[in-house]
C-alpha cells in the first residue's frame, strides 16, 4: 500500500485508528472456545465490527507463535479476510544480519513461501543497517522501526545520550536511530513507532522526522492522550497511526463482545475526525 | 541445562562447538526434495552426523518462518531429535514489552502451548528490562542477549559511545547492555552474544562479564579466528559457544553431505579440544 492510499483511506474513514489483534485464547469469550479455530472466529468478529472505524490492523505475532504451527494458521487466515483497504501490520520486533533479516521478511512480504503477505512489518533497530535494509527491499512494502517504546525499559537504552560527533547537543539513542536510519529508506517506505504521548517528546521527534508515518502504541488501555499525540503529531498526511488493542477487543468477555468492540472502535474514530478536523492542515 | 551439565558436556566431548541450523531448502541436497519433510531430513541427517563433535544446536528461526507453519512442523520435530545431553538454542532475536515477550518466552519454552522446548533464546536489548525479564523467569531456561554483533551494522548503534554518570571512561552501547542486563539475571540463565574475535575486544568484554558464557557466531564460513576467540574468551568453565553454520552444514550439496559435515565438525571439535587443554586453567 502506498502513501497515499493510506492517506486516503483516513480522509474517507476520518480515522487514524489502527486495531491491535492481540488475541489471547484466555481472555476471548468463554462462547468461542467451542469454535474449531477460535482465534480465527474471534478475529473475524472484531475485523467485521471494527473495519468501518479503523483503517489498519496489527496482529502481535507472539500471540500466535505462543500456540505453534495451529497459532500461525489463524494468523493466516486472519490476514486473508481483513479487508484490502485496510493497512496490515506484523508486529513481530524482528532484525537479524543481512541474509537472515531477508528471510523474515519473506516470511511477512512473501505470500507464496510462507503464506502471509503483510503491507509492513515492525523492526528492532539494534543491530544497525544491513539488518533493516532486506525489508525495505520488497516494493510496496514498509519497515515500522523500532525508535522509542512506551514500556518501562525504554529508559534503559533508548533515552540513553550517545556522543555524536556532528551533532551539537547530545541526542538520545533513539533519536539517533531516527536520524540514522533515515539514510535506509524513505517516508514511502518507513514508519517509526514511537511510544511518546508528552507533548515536548513529540514535537522533538516532528523536528526530526516531519514527515514519516509514526505509529504510536499506548493510546487507551496503557492510558495515553489521544489529543496530545494529535496535536503534536499529526502532520500534512495525517503521519499518525495509533494503535489501540485491550480497549477496543477486550471491551467485553461476554457475547456482545464483538458489538462492544465496535462501539469503542467508534468513539476512538470520533474523537479521531474531530482532530483531523482541528489539526490537519 | 544447567550450567554445570553444560561444562560437563563441554569435557567429555572436549568440544564447545555450537552448530548452526540455518536449513535452507534452495541449499539443501537435491536428493532431499522428494522427501516428505526435506528440511527435516536434511537436519536429522546432519545431527547424527555431528552430535559428537557439537554441545549445542542453533535453529535459526528465520529459516523455519519463512515456510509458514510447515516450517515451524519441521523445527518442532527438529527439537524432538537432538540427543537431550546438547544444548539448544532458539535463534529468534525476540524483544517486546513485557506480556508480549512473556508469550513469546512460551514459544519457545512451553512445550504444552507451542510444541517447542527449547533450552535458550536469543534476545534483543533495545527495549529494555521488562522486555527480557519474563524470558528470565522460566526456571532452568537461558536467555542469549544480544550485545555485540558481527556484522557490518553493529557499528550503526551498538559501538556508539553512551554517557553514564558512574562510569570514568565513556563505554559503547553494547558494553553498556553488558553491564546492564547483569542486574536483570546472573550467570546460570544469562549469556550473551559477542560478535568479536580480536583480542582487546574479548579482554575487555571479558572485563566486563568474567564468568558469563558467549555464544560467538562468525567464526567459520564468516572468517573470524578461533584460536583468537578461545586464547582470548575462555574462563574457568570453558564460557564459549563458538558457532558455525554454512562452514558445517553445507561442506557438500552431494549425496554425501552429512559425512562431510561430520569430517568438518570433527576438524572443529578437535582444534578445540586442543585449546581447551590450552587456554582452560
Known amino acids: 500500500m502506498t502513501r497515499s492510499e493510506l492517506f486516503a483511506q483516513i ?11 492481540d488475541t ?3 481472555k476471548i469469550p468463554a462462547h468461542l472456545r467451542s469454535e474449531s479455530d477460535p482465534i480465527f472466529a474471534f478475529n473475524r468478529a472484531i475485523i467485521e465490527a471494527t473495519h468501518h472505524y479503523a483503517v489498519a490492523y496489527k496482529p502481535n505475532l507472539a500471540f500466535y507463535e505462543a500456540m505453534g504451527p495451529r497459532g500461525w494458521e ?23 544480519i543481512g541474509n537472515t533479516s531477508g528471510l523474515y521478511a519473506r516470511a511477512f512480504f512473501d505470500k507464496e513461501a510462507s503464506g502471509l503477505d503483510f503491507d509492513s512489518v515492525t ?3 539494534y543491530m544497525g543497517e544491513d539488518s533493516v535494509k532486506p525489508f525495505l527491499n520488497f516494493p510496496g512494502k514498509w519497515v515500522i522501526l523500532l525508535a522509542l517504546t512506551s514500556n518501562a525499559g525504554s529508559s534503559d537504552f533508548q533515552r540513553l545520550e550517545v556522543k555524536n560527533a556532528e551533532a551539537i547537543h547530545s541526542r538520545a539513542l533513539f533519536e539517533q536511530v531516527l536520524m540514522t536510519s533515515q539514510n535506509w529508506g524513505n517516508r514511502d517506505q518507513l514508519m517509526y513507532v514511537v511510544g511518546a504521548t508528552q507533548a515536548h517528546q513529540l514535537q522533538r521527534i516532528r523536528e526530526l522526522v516531519p514527515e514519516h508515518f509514526l505509529l504510536v502504541p499506548g493510546v487507551g488501555a496503557q492510558g495515553g492522550s489521544l489529543e496530545e499525540v494529535s496535536k503534536y503529531g499529526m502532520n500534512r498526511q495525517c503521519g499518525l497511526l495509533v494503535n489501540s488493542s485491550r480497549a477496543i477487543i477486550y471491551a467485553s468477555s461476554g457475547t456482545d463482545f464483538a458489538e462492544r468492540a465496535a462501539v469503542e472502535a467508534r468513539l476512538v474514530q470520533q474523537e479521531m475526525a474531530k482532530y483531523l478536523n482541528e489539526y490537519l492542515n
Open 11 to 21: 480522509k474517507s474513514k476520518s480515522s487514524y485508528l489502527c486495531v491491535g489483534l
Open 24 to 26: 489471547d485464547i484466555q
Open 74 to 96: 489463524s494468523l493466516q487466515k486472519t490476514l486473508e479476510i481483513i479487508p484490502k483497504e485496510c493497512f496490515t501490520i506484523a508486529d513481530a520486533k524482528r532484525g537479524d
Open 123 to 125: 523492526v528492532a533497530p
